[in-house]
């Protein structure tokens, strides 16, 4: 028997709620519905970072929170959730240390962003590595935007706030916390009526499976970064909704020696770390993906699923060699990541099937991975270009060569006639280099768009692997990068 | 990161003020940390409150020939849709010109225009309604560009132009004549809080208006003109705003006077939030230039005569293009003396959203294009661009800028910029940098120094003027009052400081309270960066008016002379008596001495005669200058701030915290405007880059982690409140700094050669430049 309402822990109180309409979101619901005005909308589409609030969930016995942005994530979402909001880090009492902290530095001016922002620095003062380093905090703040101070006084009292260990009425809590919040965790499946449609979170794979065959139509929603927009700003009229954040199993991270798999509903930040494992540009890659918000509610699966043709994670995990299965009812099959792309926002995913896992496989002695995403602005930008080289080495001459690009065509694309014309050439000799870096130019055919010129692309494309062959070469990254220099990575490990 | 900004500015005399210079946070500061500060969409809506939703034009130009709204109309959850019939006197909300309508009635100028206002129960309904309209319009080829205004030769307001002697002549007769079209993008002011109103009905046809303005007083008197009532019938009132920046000095009326249109329709209270894209494809922007320029100088760069006509982008109609346009010709001479010089302009007419006020107001454009051309001439003639700038300073008896005013201080402009040269370690620097870049393919460093000097005061005359309004209660605490509008940048606070010192009691005392037109009457909007000048000094006349009161009041009672009475520590000092300052209230009522007062100023010495380019528009200048350092990928275009070293002259600081905020918040600001903030339209006038995900702002990480702020130790030489200086504008200029340090770091690939770089400087622009000194193109 299905339950017929979320659950969700706040101030100490497990909360009910049934009967909303599916494409509710946690904003409207905190703003309109409860009437709590402290979470500001600043732009509803999970850019800004006003509307962050923070989810409190066990992992590993302890309870764990992450910012994400209430705009565009839906009130269903944060079942079996602790809900903390602006209003609750004081409460009436005395400020949280973030709070004062932010007050102290002046770190508020028109104060619109700032409840947003100390959202963040609470998650912040949890989860940071300690001592805290200001490269910490400027990703901790990548999806928080200030228009008013600059940000220098946000950042001091960030360092100021989070530079010890956490004492405050939430981590005195904590181990009550916890238990609270795994008894919400039952393995029923959620299922909420509403006039036309319904709000769904199976809790298994045979419930989505058979729920998914039986509705085609519904739409499923991972983390909701992107379908979030397609009701706040498309104004979809969404009235089935299967959540898959609650199907046990697919948010499994398995990592043997050869290969790494992620579950569907593996969060960007829950792959993170394993990712970078694989290789460090693969996580500075991650680092700078969406914001801190958004990778922790973004999924590796949604992202691939939904077909951006940017998606900077599909071409670095397409240059690796991923592959990806996808499941309808109790059949499943695999291919080829880059298969997956057929054309611009179109995939190869059969009505009532659903990406399940993608399987990444480890890199080689021998092979030399690079990649690089280029945009306006370092940090929470979607891609001009972004560009994924895996070399096979074969002594210092190339053996073989997987490159794909986001940004370059309408899917994520590999540039075939570019690998075939790498192999053999030798690594010492840049001179040769030339024909490979024209076949890029044939490879792809840009867009101008308002991110960038067809022109700046196919430059940028060549400039690229140009510099992913002189970074092989040389093993070096000093002289190539302003951001993600590898020397820096691979000492801070 | 460093922050030496108390050193410098604690330097000076011994004065003996408790709280004036003090670095007070935010008075709204608790309130913003916990999400208690109330904006407009926070307030409670009164029961029955509607909501409203915008219909806007899919075309740029042409006539809207049929409009059908019948299935708007029946749609669930509409209580009313208006339109331009709706309106009960005028079709106006225009600041000044009358060409701005508040709905189209057949001609359609820019695409994104409001046609048609859907009044629903709630605002998802409001919104989903708007998609059913049927509208047809018969398009035309829009102007979008510069060069597509130019080739109809529309414009929104005439040409104007000032300057002195023989420009073409000088520059014909230079050693060296350089020219060339600069580019200046424009700029989304990008608040973190939309657009907002909320209206409610009263009586007799009455009206209370909750708008995120920096102009009440214009929302009162255009909902007013709109609704065909007197202005004593509307209310308006704005306790705090989430940023404006000047997109909400005139262009916040529109989404008020739509509220209160319906809500005189409906009879209930209404309520107008703009969505995010709708906030950016509706409302105007910082004006984008182009920048034709000419001059001529001698072999040490010295400038000869310099000419420049800018080409302002105004959008569809006047705005306060003339004003913004204007005050980029007053700043085309920046800090540098023009023996022969002439400024035009033009304020062309395009079919896009009408360009508006945009912290700097023109400024910053005026002054990055001669700050260009002193890049250019460094090139041309090999020197340091810094030593270009030297040459070129205001001195005694080079000090009267193109529109005859006289510059005073050109030894705080001189003093400022050799401090920070010293400072800043600029020639160690340059020479580490060039040694760098001779060692490095890919990567190249640049250094750029520049100074910012920004003429303080509306150019309108009329609008130097401010009202306050300040009562004692019987119990000593104090509400204050005043024209002036919160939007962030901490004018309730200083103002605050100043009626606290003025009484000498406890900040605690004195009440701040929101704006409103019904206690401050005809005000002025908070722009111009007059906002404490201004309002501090009426807040000042009025409680000082209150203390004369109080003080003969207590001289007589004790039988002193009122020389001899002191407001201070809460107390009241009379002759060998003391007394608390909440008991002397208490007895000036008893005694039935007045408490309130309502105080005026209006800054002296400003006189501007527009038609003969005459007279001193400003009341003063601040001055600044910053010295960036950044770091470039010549193969992407990527680039990184390295460290930014700012000195800014703020007079002696009312809130040294305060103003230190305005520093850093607005160069960071300006920094986006000349690097990742691109604004891009598309041939058919759609507005492409309409929210933060394609339009780019700075985030925490842009911002250098080695960022060195200071004040300049200089009292104001005009009396303005405590020896301040106006800071709400003038730092944004100091990003010019970090535009041209990457010119700089570009220029290392081929000395040669100067810098096609248009702003902002995006990454692709930057590679495109990298490309052509290399001697070729992208692609």
Known sequence: ??????????????????????????????????????????????????????????????????????????????????????????????????????????????????????????????????????????????????????????????????????????????????????????????????????FAAPASEASLAALYAEHSDATLVAGCTDVGLWITKGMAELEKIIWLGRVAGLDRIEDNAEALTLGATVTHAQAFSTLAAIDPDLGEIMRRFGSTQVRASGTVGGNIANGSPIGDLAPALIALGAGLELRRGDETRTIPLENFFIAYRRQDRAPGEYVRRVTVPELKANEHFRAYKVSKRFDEDISAAMGAFKFTLGGRHIADARIAFGGMAGTPKRASETEQTLVGLSLDEPATWGEALAAIGRDYQPMDDHRASAAYRATVARNLLFKALSETASGQTRATRIVGQREALEAAE | MKIDALTLASAGEVESLRHIRQPLPHDSGPKHVQGAAQYIDDIREPDGTLHIALGLTSKARGRLVSLDLSAVRTAPGVVAVLTAADIPAKNDISPAFGDDPLFVETQVDFLGQAVFAVVATERDSARRATRLAKMEIEAEAPSITVEDALARGETVLPDYAFGRGDAKAAIASSPCRLEGQFRIGGQEHFYLEGQVALAIPGEDGDVHVYSSTQHPTEVQHVVARVLGIPDAYVTCETRRMGGGFGGKESQATQWAVTAALAARVTGRPCKLRLDRDDDFVLTGKRHDFRCDWQVGIDGEGRIQGYEVEHLARCGYSADLSGGVVDRAMFHSDNAYWMPAVHVGSKRLKTNTVSNTAFRGFGGPQGMLAIEHVMDQIAWATGRDPLDVRYANFYTPGQNITPFGMEVEETDTLFGLVQTLERTSDYRARRAEIAAFNATSPIMKRGLALTPVKFGISFTLTQLNQAGALVHVYQDGSVHLNHGGTEMGQGLYIKVAQVVAEEFGIAMERVRITATTTAKVPNTSPTAASSGSDLNGMAARVAASAIKARMTAFAAEAYGVSEDQVEFRDDHVFVGNHSLPFTELAKKCVLARVSLSEAGHYKTPKITWDRATATGRPFFYFAYGAACSEVIVDTLTGENRLLRADILHDVGKSLNPAIDIGQIEGGFVQGMGWLTTEELVFGKDGRLLTHAPSTYKIPVASDVPADFRVALYPNANREETIYRSKAVGEPPIMLANSVFCALTDAVHSLDPTKPVPLDAPATPEAILRACEALRGRLLG
């Open chain 1, 1 to 198: 028997m299905a339950r017929d309402a979320i659950r969700f822990w706040r101030q100490g109180q497990v909360v009910e709620v049934s009967g909303f309409h599916p494409r509710t979101t946690l904003l409207d619901y905190l703003r309109l519905q409860k009437r709590q005005v402290g979470t500001k909308e600043g732009c509803a589409e999970g850019d800004c970072g006003a509307c962050t609030v923070a989810l409190g969930r066990v992992r590993e016995g302890s309870v764990h929170y992450e910012p994400v942005n209430a705009c565009i994530l839906l009130l269903g979402q944060i079942d079996g959730a602790e809900l903390v909001t602006v209003e609750d880090l004081a409460a009436g009492g005395p400020l949280h240390p973030v709070q004062s902290a932010m007050v102290a530095s002046h770190g508020s001016q028109c104060g619109f962003c700032t409840p947003g922002i100390v959202m963040s620095l609470f998650s912040l003062y949890y989860e940071g590595e300690r001592p805290v380093t200001r490269e910490a905090v400027n990703d901790a703040l990548a999806g928080n935007l200030c228009r008013c101070t600059g940000y220098r006084p946000i950042v001091d009292a960030a360092l100021e706030a989070c530079g010890g260990q956490p004492s405050d009425a939430f981590s005195i809590d904590h181990p009550g916390r916890a238990q609270s919040l795994t008894a919400l965790n039952d393995a029923q499946d959620v299922f909420i009526r509403h006039e036309k449609g319904f």
